[in-house]
């Protein structure tokens, strides 16, 4: 009576390594065991399609966003060229232009990230935290033109991790991008630990409804200034690699 479940279970643990389910319920007799085998088939199959589907989507629309990007910036660096045009009356609209434009490509390479890793995790690699911490701040450190605000690091190079470093990178770049962005004056304060990295600032903050439980169904819309959609890429980062997201 219980070998067919075990047998079941066990063709279910192997072809999830491959995500492969086709045709393993034809070996099982027509019982109430060969119709559970059945369901599970085409419900697994319609799941990998689903993820497959989306898959795709993330990579296409990526793709198809980066040629109009270009565009934009291309466009903006003929008009900085052009002697004939007076640049400096419509320097703070194209310093929005270009602030928008690296928005953009920074989403759309965590876009085409998510999409090639979805599957199967990268390869881990051994770094500084420090070291990639600073790089993202040079990165961004365009938000926090005229504006007063000091950046602090607490922590030396001796802290370093074993992960995969395009998750790391996306999952601090995001949460620091918010505080530089949305903080006006004050603070942005990085502690790093061993077991921890610390984030945070004098902005606006994040409304208690705007955490990332909120948009745990992936229905519930987040903050409308923006912050939405990188938290939820962040939570659904930190769960992929089993890490501890704490937002306060």
């Given at each position: ?48 399609k ?16 980066r040629?109009?990007v ?8 003929v ?62 450190i ?21 992960v ?28 790093i ?15 208690p ?14 903050d409308h200034?923006g912050?939405?959609?990188g ?18």
């Amino acid at each position: 009576v219980i070998e067919p479940v075990v047998r079941l279970v066990n063709i279910i643990k192997d072809e999830s390594k491959t995500r492969e389910y086709h045709n393993f319920s034809t070996d099982f007799y027509h019982d109430e065991i060969g119709f559970l085998a059945r369901t599970l088939e085409q419900h697994l199959v319609r799941m990998e399609k689903a993820i497959e589907a989306e898959k795709r989507f993330a990579s296409d629309v990526s793709h198809e966003m980066r040629t109009p990007v270009t565009t934009i910036k291309g466009a903006l660096d003929v008009i900085r060229r052009n002697q004939q045009i007076d640049f400096e009356c419509i320097e703070r609209p194209a310093a929005r232009i270009d602030r928008a434009v690296k928005d953009m490509e920074n989403l759309i390479e965590t876009f085409l990230t998510l999409s090639r890793f979805q599957a199967d995790l990268p390869e881990p690699e051994t770094f500084s935290v420090r070291s990639v911490v600073e790089d993202i701040i040079d990165q961004n450190i365009y938000l926090l033109n005229n504006k007063s605000v000091d950046v602090n690091i607490e922590g030396d190079d001796t802290t370093i991790i074993s992960v995969a470093p395009v998750f790391f990178k996306i999952v601090i770049s995001n949460i620091l991008r918010n505080a530089f962005q949305y903080t006006r004056s004050g603070a942005i304060n990085i502690e790093i630990q061993n077991h921890y990295v610390k984030i945070s600032d004098t902005g606006t903050g994040i409304p208690p409804t705007a955490g990332p439980m909120a948009a745990e169904d992936g229905n519930t819309p987040l903050d409308h200034q923006g912050i939405g959609i990188g938290l939820s890429i962040v939570q659904r980062l930190c769960e992929r690699v089993s890490w501890q997201l704490d937002i306060r």
